[in-house]
């Protein structure tokens, strides 16, 4: 069985790039849009989560952290290990930022900083996104570290799968999948190409970042 370790920030991976291949774990991160602290089980909720509550149980549960009310500044920090102004995201992507406000509102993920991708590549990791970037398109998963990308960039949201929405990088726009009934979710696609993108990542022989 291959081991799956939840790592949501930077510094923990530091023991990971010293390491050989053979030892390197795969590495699977989950962001999940406005959820509240005690939306789930493994945090006191009343709601039965038992997927994830198992995934808490065999991995890495914080109790104390730092996250923003908005998913610009938490996916920031998620993906950097820094605080949102640190890593350019202060509080909402713009593609014309107040230049008063200082290199903590640059509306996108600052130069100065670098993404999990970038730290896990170099190191022998094959890194793919799959869902909602909204770090800005300018700063997107390509440029910032990672190999391949299902999902949209900007900032809309639905429940619902709407093809035109979605694109694969580096390939780019393109209508893949026409939904096949009403009640296909995007959740359900998603799941498609995080399950084709692990698979990738084992036939490679590689670690694999997700």
């Known amino acids: 069985m291959l081991k799956i370790a939840a790592v949501p920030f930077v510094l923990s991976l530091v023991c990971l790039v010293s390491t050989s291949l053979?030892?390197?774990?795969?590495?699977?991160?989950?962001?999940?849009?406005?959820?509240?602290?005690?939306?789930?089980?493994?945090?006191?909720?009343?709601?039965?989560?038992?997927?994830?509550?198992?995934?808490?149980?065999?991995?890495?549960r914080l109790t104390q952290f730092y996250t923003s009310a908005r998913c610009c500044p938490s996916r920031a920090s998620l993906m950097t290990g820094l605080y949102p102004t640190q890593a350019g995201i202060g509080d909402f992507v713009s593609s014309k930022p107040n230049k008063k406000r200082g290199p903590g509102y640059l509306g996108r993920l600052s130069d100065h900083c670098v993404t999990l991708a970038e730290v896990l590549k170099p190191a022998g990791y094959g890194c793919y996104y799959v869902g909602k970037w909204h770090m800005?398109?300018?700063?997107?998963?390509?440029?910032?570290?990672?190999?391949?990308?299902?999902?949209?960039?900007?900032?809309?949201?639905?429940?619902?799968?709407?093809?035109?929405?979605?694109?694969?990088?580096?390939?780019?726009?393109?209508?893949?999948?026409?939904?096949?009934?009403?009640?296909?979710?995007?959740?359900?696609?998603?799941?498609?190409?995080?399950?084709?993108?692990?698979?990738?990542?084992?036939?490679?022989?590689?670690?694999?970042?997700?």
């Open 22 to 60: 053979a030892q390197q774990p795969n590495v699977l991160v989950i962001l999940a849009d406005d959820l509240g602290y005690s939306d789930l089980g493994c945090y006191g909720g009343e709601i039965p989560t038992p997927n994830i509550d198992a995934l808490a149980a065999d991995g890495a």
């Open 136 to 210: 800005h398109t300018a700063t997107g998963p390509i440029v910032r570290g990672f190999d391949e990308f299902y999902g949209y960039t900007k900032d809309h949201s639905h429940d619902q799968y709407d093809a035109e929405y979605y694109i694969r990088l580096p390939e780019g726009r393109q209508k893949e999948i026409d939904p096949p009934a009403d009640d296909f979710y995007a959740t359900d696609v998603f799941n498609e190409y995080c399950l084709e993108f692990i698979k990738k990542g084992q036939a490679t022989k590689k670690p694999w970042f997700v």
